[in-house]
């Protein structure tokens, strides 16, 4: 046996574990999705077919268009505001922060990850309350005459999701800007560039990749989350997550669930398409 095809082998041995967990776990699932997708339900039961049905309704729909029309401009407010937060953050940390203390800082950074998902939303329940933390500070500091409702409403929904996402990308930023050469800022300042052009022109895109990859994993886990517009959000407007349990849940249509899931795929991979498309650009 030649040294080339020994090396082959041993490359298939060591990529087929993962193919196998990805055929398993991933193309057969959403092949299956995909085929309940084209059913529809007449009653109480599925009827398999080969029909765009629940599609077409979907975008005919007012509710469910409505549904992913939520969802898209939920995750697209949290994102840029996530980004405009944990940018200046993670730069403090990695360049205004003693060393001896940055680790301290990154421990505080994290500490969001060790409370549990459902439990970090209901604290947010608790404090955006009508009798919550926030309303009794603004109304005993005279800057409400009575409390406001944020709880139920997109606001607050988009306040829990800021709260886990910033530190989210804190953490992908400050991996990127640790990574530079303080070189760079030193040219630029030599050529006679301010301190924010240095930041402008040659940090902020050297951290585009550790940005992108951030906002990217943010718009994912944004808009495919269900506890939070649950908990936070209410019922007055769902998403996308909410519409699926809910045809789950209390209607048991699992062909416009599917067909719902889809969607949400799709929209996940354009995002993903659109974000490597932009890394690629800065690995050249």
């Keep these: 046996m030649s040294i080339e095809k020994q090396e082959k082998r041993q490359g298939a041995a060591l990529v087929a574990p993962a193919l196998l967990w990805t055929l398993g776990f991933f193309a057969i699932p959403f092949a299956a999705m995909v085929m309940m997708s084209l059913a529809h339900l007449e009653g109480r039961e599925i009827v398999q077919g080969h029909d765009l049905g629940n599609y077409l309704r979907i975008f005919t729909d007012p509710s ?46 994290v500490l969001p990850f060790w409370t549990s998902y459902v439990v970090r939303s209901y604290s947010w329940a608790l404090v955006l309350g009508e009798k919550g933390v926030v309303m009794n500070a603004l109304v005993g500091l005279g800057l409400l005459a009575e409390p406001v409702q944020i709880m139920a409403t997109r606001s607050a929904t988009i306040i829990g999701f800021v709260h886990f996402f910033v530190m989210l990308l804190t953490l992908t930023i400050y991996s990127n800007l640790i990574q530079l050469s303080p070189n760079y800022a030193r040219a630029a300042e030599d050529l006679g560039a ?20 951030g906002a990217f994993l943010t718009f994912v886990l944004c808009i495919g989350d269900y506890i939070t517009p649950q908990i936070l959000g209410g019922n ?38 659109a974000c490597a498309r932009w890394l690629k650009m800065e690995r050249v």
Excluded: C, H, K
């Design 64 to 109: 469910l268009r409505r549904g992913i029309f939520v969802s898209l401009e939920i995750t697209a407010v949290v994102t840029v505001i996530s980004v405009l937060l944990a940018w200046p953050l993670a730069w403090i940390i990695a360049t205004r922060v003693p060393a001896r203390w940055r680790r301290m800082a990154l421990l505080l950074a």
């Design 236 to 273: 007055n407007e769902l998403t996308l997550p909410q519409l699926i349990m809910l045809q789950l849940g209390r209607r048991g249509d699992f062909p416009m669930a599917s067909a719902l899931s889809v969607v949400l795929m799709v929209i996940v991979t354009l995002a993903y398409a």
């Design 194 to 213: 301010s301190r924010w052009q240095v930041i402008r022109l040659v940090i902020l895109p050297l951290t585009l990749p550790g940005v992108m990859t």
